[in-house]
């Protein structure tokens, strides 16, 4: 097929997607979304992200999460944010990872609005160690200024680091140490329900480490927008001020919350089925000549994908396209691809897929 109509195939319901969180999102698959809704049952209204459907979202996200309470959020840089300012203040500094969203991606929104330093821990590791924190906070303390830490955050899994995800025990020897120490913890699990499908371990062994704990709503439950912050009864009760000072109590959320509701209905079934199916086709692949599996010791639900110097990635990219599988072929310049799982795998057959990728690396080997 000329490559010029192959980049216009448009994707379907039937598309895969080994990148990003999910197949991407349109206004009207949230219009239909909410029309599904509706044909079943009265949507609850909810007053400023107060009650309603937020309400339901809530409940239900504690209860998952083993924590007395949840808090919504329009963003999850707002919810982390809040969380280090509660947490923290009036202690000014936190500790964070260094390639966490929080200190990467928020734009210092933490130390401009809050006034709370973030000091940057395990360079570009997805996380730091024991050690390097136990450090930090010595010198917060013997340093020529006292400046105590108020609050440590751990992001898992890191989406600057391929998905890599903090191993339990190091949280759990980083949390304990930050207890002992009397710290408040903040976890920044974004991505936490996909993370847990394939580390096998359970939601609420990991928010129980943690004071409070945020996940995204949009990510992998099919919301335009929204974040849980989630944390003991005394911490979340009344925080919708804050929110509101922040400028983030939106009207209307219910709209976004019921879609979340409808999304976790099934997501971890479907996080499971996904789980094994990627296993197999992994293996399945593995067996394929031109390629080779390489693996993070600590990831979660993405694979470095490497292919001989004889593969023209491009070409690759374009005939799986035009079979309706996406990857993302941008590798800089490694001929690694990282294939990411998703729901979206659970579209096709495993044999469906293998018989794409074999045809596709075919015509894809440079002669
Ligand atoms: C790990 C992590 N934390 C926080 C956020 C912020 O979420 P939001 O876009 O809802 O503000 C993101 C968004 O990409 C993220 O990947």
């Known amino acids: ?116 330093n973030l000091v940057p821990l395990g360079g570009s590791n997805p996380y730091f160690d024991l050690p390097e924190l136990k450090e930090a906070v010595a010198s917060s303390m013997n340093g020529r200024v006292v400046n105590p830490v108020g609050v440590v955050v751990i992001e898992t899994p890191v989406r600057r680091c391929f998905g890599r995800s903090m191993p339990y025990e190091k949280m759990l020897d980083v949390t304990e140490y930050c207890r002992e120490q009397g710290i408040a913890t903040h976890l920044d699990g974004a991505r936490l329900f996909i993370a847990s499908a394939f580390t096998n371990i359970p939601l609420k062994k990991y928010s129980a480490l943690f004071d409070t704990v945020y996940i995204s709503m949009w990510k992998y439950f099919r919301a335009p927008y929204g974040a849980i912050l989630a944390g003991s009864k005394e911490f979340c009760e009344n925080l919708f001020h804050v929110r509101r000072t922040f400028g983030g ?21 479907d996080a499971q089925s996904a789980v094994s199916q990627s296993k197999e086709l992994i293996e399945l692949l593995s067996r394929i000549p031109n390629l080779q599996v390489n693996r993070y010791e600590d990831e979660s639900n993405i694979i470095p994908i490497e292919f ?48 794409t990728f074999t045809d596709a690396l075919e015509t894809a080997v440079k002669s």
């Open 1 to 116: 097929m000329d490559p010029k109509r192959v980049k216009e195939l448009p994707f379907s319901e039937h598309s895969v997607f080994f990148y990003g969180d999910d197949a991407p999102s349109s206004n009207i698959q949230f219009v239909n979304q909410l029309k599904d809704i509706l044909d079943t049952r009265k949507m609850a209204e909810d007053n400023y992200s107060i009650g309603g459907e937020v309400l339901e979202l809530e409940s239900i996200m504690a209860k998952k999460l083993g924590k007395e309470a949840c808090v919504f959020f329009p963003t999850g840089t707002l919810a982390n944010h809040v969380a280090i300012r509660q947490l923290g203040l009036p202690k000014t500094r936190a500790l964070v990872p260094q390639q966490s969203h929080i200190y990467q991606d928020s734009g210092d929104s933490v130390q401009q609005l809050s006034g709370i």
């Open 308 to 355: 001989s110097s004889n593969v023209n990635l491009q070409n690759l990219e374009r005939n799986l396209r035009a079979n309706g599988v996406f990857i993302n072929p941008e590798t800089s310049g490694q001929n690694t691809v990282h294939f990411t799982i998703n729901m979206t795998i659970l579209r096709k057959s495993n044999q469906e897929l293998l018989r």
């Open 249 to 269: 109590s939106l009207p209307s959320s219910s709209l976004s919350a019921a879609l979340a509701l409808k999304g976790l209905e099934k997501f971890e079934t």
